[in-house]
């Protein structure tokens, strides 16, 4: 049984970044995307290291149009968790507003406000156990959830590979219906099975 809740937060981001060679350029535009670098369950909270990823573009004198890239680190945190529960969440960022100042140097005063809402899913924490009993020994699994991040160049069967998963077993719990189709930054729950052997005895 699951519990679909949402929250609305805001997140601001202030930072001081440096760019070369933009002396005597006029910046005409910043385009800004967030993207998810990590997520680490810490007790009651869920921790996100996150990323702005910012694309500036300035014009010259010549008119010529130059584009430097940059990035600024941040993190979200989503608190007030009961301890121990398993929660899934999907965040959605949006830029709200963006203020830059150009400084001496090629330092960019960046102030970015962001609107974010926060789905999270609540299931009863379950550890599931298959036994196989054999020879006087049982096999138990123990079964896990890995929160993984894709990343360019990923394909569920070297996902499933690493981490001690099936295609099948992750393309069920993410209800994938082409396993040929993940996309970069798309989050995933991949379930873990661990092998534990039991001795029995009569």
Not at 57 to 83: A, C, H, W
Not at 182 to 193: A, E, R, S, T, W
Request: a negative charge; charged letters at 25%.
């Amino acid at each position: 049984m699951s519990e679909k809740t949402f929250i609305k937060q805001t997140k601001t981001v202030q930072e001081t970044v440096n760019l070369r060679d933009i002396e005597g350029k006029k910046l005409i535009d910043v385009e800004t995307y967030v993207s998810t670098q990590k997520e680490t369950k810490i007790n009651s909270k869920i921790l996100y290291e996150m990323e702005l990823q910012m694309k500036f573009i300035f014009s010259g004198n010549n008119l010529q149009m130059t584009v430097k890239d940059t990035t600024i680190p941040f993190e979200y945190v989503v608190e007030n968790l009961e301890r121990g529960e398993t929660l899934n969440c999907q965040n959605d960022f949006e830029i709200a507003s963006q203020d830059f100042v150009l400084q001496d140097g090629g330092n960019i005063a960046c102030h970015i406000n962001m609107n974010v809402q926060t789905d999270m899913y609540r299931k009863a924490n379950a550890n599931l156990i298959f036994s196989v009993e054999e020879n006087g020994q049982r096999e138990e699994q123990d079964y896990s959830i890995i929160i993984y991040i894709v990343k360019k160049g990923d394909t569920l069967w070297n996902i499933a590979k690493e981490f001690g998963s099936t295609v099948d077993a992750i393309a069920k719990t993410n209800e994938i219906e082409n396993q040929a189709e993940i996309q970069i930054g798309q989050k995933l729950y991949i379930p873990k099975y661990v092998k534990v052997p039991v001795n029995m005895y009569a």
